[in-house]
């Protein structure tokens, strides 16, 4: 006579299910099995099982919180099915074996839908498929569409297949969570772990250190000089040595190319920089890996001291990550975390997550800096600067914004955006009869990107602006950066687009190069322009550059401009052109005009 325990799910909201079974439904979903595709090895131990026990149906069936999903099937022609049907419902609530030997007489399913209609079950047998944490996950099943018998032998090798679906389960976890070079566990493992610790000591203090063992330049040193066999020969020996350093009762995790993760019970402060000051000391010894290979390292650590909630673990690998980076810009051994260093790369994430939406919903705006030209005494362009006014941060500079992007492919997004409001603003202008350049400003990244040139013409056609009173501004840095920018910068130019180098005097002032790329307009760094009424060496360094910038071709215009003094300086030696704030700080669109009247309006004579 077989025992089989009967235990109907009720059916339950997430928030009014028993802790037991929100425990379960985590350790469930931590599997990552759920809605994974097909798999050959489980298929075969499916098929194999139906064979052996001579059933027309088999599955692994995996019971989430409202369905049964079958992870492999045989006979079976839905991929899941609601778990109020689910007769492996039941299977999951007992350790034993479950056996159904006619369901038409069994009064818990004689009314399933799955037996009074397709696939017609009258016989189910199946076997808990238990995790390591004691959390049962679903069941191997076999099915009939007639009564009949089980004996202990079948039995006894349905328990085998589920073993063995097990063992298989283990496998497909242990290739994800596992680092292929030191077995160690590795960054997911910790994610898991984390979330379980949350589950089983919930409150409890902890510490998560992180050590990074080679920065990125030694590392890339490293494989370039003996390749990365021998690389992961030297990983191995420092997980060994990090092993035998810590104690037994201590979990050790491999989270990056190069870098460990310790994760302790939080004593005193003292213990755990005792732990840190322990590890750095032991692995600042060279020691000798496997293959003969004498190894040094400089290793920095982060700590984190966090509490088993779910609230703070979220957050915990970031914040660790964090202080990590705080010892490695400080130099020092290791680093606790602080939220006063966090502040700006958390400011900083939130600003980038917000760029796309703020691109959108009108957050930036283009402001107009007018260029006067010292011939003519006329405004002969304008150039676009962004602004970002953010509902949170509130004014953001553009030089935190701009940096950020550059960092990403948001800038081009942003510069696309740029280009198109100015030559909308410029047809506007144009329109009103006021015939002005317009500058906007381009990154190394830009000028890198395959689809720039495309742009730039899609852009001038669609507002009907001529190339030639677009004048883009590049720093030196990004016109030097490689030979697609030359490429890009000489397509450009034959656009009748004009090319300004913005910046002069602070960058590479790699003059070898400067004469080979098409630029018309040397643009003198603010920082050179403003101290020249006091600074004799200062105007003779101006004087010196303006006189080589003519003498090589070059139009010249000074920006940072702020004193009567300066701009008549600039105009007595020479220079072309001037911007800055004693001729106007940067205005609204709608306030060109007027300044322009008042300024005696445009005059395009070919000056910047």
Known sequence: MLEVSICVAPSLT??????????????????????????????????????????????????????????SRVGIDEAETARSDSFCTHTIETSSVLVVEDALLDPRFADNRMVTGAPGIRFYAGVPLQLPSGHTLGSLCVIDTRPRKFSQQQIALLRDFAAMVMAQIDLHQMAGRVNEVTRLPNRAQLADDLAAACLATPGRPATLMLLEVMSNTQLQSAVRAVGIRPLEVAL???????????????????????????????????????????????????????????????????????????????????????????????????????????????????????????????????????????????????EALARWRHPQFGEVSPAEFIDLMERTTLIHD?????????????????????????????????????????????????????????????????????????????????????????????????????????????????????????????????????????????????????????LDLLKHHGCDAAQGYYISRPLEADAIPEFLKASRGPHVDGMP
């Open 14 to 71: 997430s928030s009014e299910l028993p802790l037991h079974e929100q425990e379960r439904l985590f350790f469930v979903r931590s599997t990552g099995l759920l809605d994974t595709k097909a798999s050959e090895a489980f298929d075969r131990l499916t098929r194999l099982a139906a064979s052996l026990l001579q059933v027309p149906m088999a599955a692994i069936s995996i019971v989430d919180e409202s369905r049964q999903w079958f992870k």
């Open 236 to 382: 191995r020996s420092i997980a060994t040595i990090l092993m035998a350093a810590l104690p037994p009762d201590v979990d050790l995790y491999h989270v990056g190319e190069t870098r460990f993760a310790v994760i302790y019970d939080a004593g005193s402060s003292s213990g755990e920089e005792d732990i840190a000051t322990a590890l750095l000391s032991r692995m600042s010894k060279p020691f000798v890996t496997e293959g003969g290979i004498t190894v040094q390292l400089a290793m920095h650590a982060g700590l984190v001291h966090f509490h088993h909630t779910q609230a703070e673990i979220a957050d915990v690998l970031r914040m660790a990550t964090t202080a990590l980076y705080q010892a490695e810009a400080e130099q020092r051994p290791w680093a606790r975390y602080s939220a006063e260093f966090d502040m700006p790369h958390r400011r900083a994430f939130a600003l980038l997550r917000a760029i796309p939406a703020s691109l959108a919903n009108g957050e930036f705006r283009l402001v107009y800096q007018p260029k006067l030209n010292l011939h003519t005494a006329r405004i002969s362009g304008v």
């Open 414 to 566: 942003f510069t696309e955006w740029v280009l198109h409001k100015a030559l909308e603003q410029l047809s506007i202008w144009r329109a009103r009869g006021l015939d002005l350049t317009i500058a906007v400003n381009v990154s190394s990244r830009n000028l890198e990107h395959p689809m720039f040139l495309h742009m730039l013409r899609n852009a001038c056609a669609l507002h009907g602006v001529h190339p030639k009173s677009l004048r883009l501004e590049c720093t030196e840095n990004a016109v030097m950066t490689g030979t697609r920018t030359a490429t890009t910068l000489a397509a450009v130019r034959a656009m009748d687009i004009c090319i300004s180098l913005d910046d002069f005097g602070v960058g590479y002032s790699n003059l070898s190069c400067l004469h080979s790329l098409p630029v018309e307009i040397l643009k003198l760094d603010q920082s050179l322009i403003k101290p020249i009424a006091n600074d004799e060496r200062a105007f003779t360094l101006i004087q010196s550059l303006i006189s080589m910038g003519h003498a090589l071709g070059y139009q010249m215009l000074a920006e940072g401009v702020e004193t009567a003094e300066v």
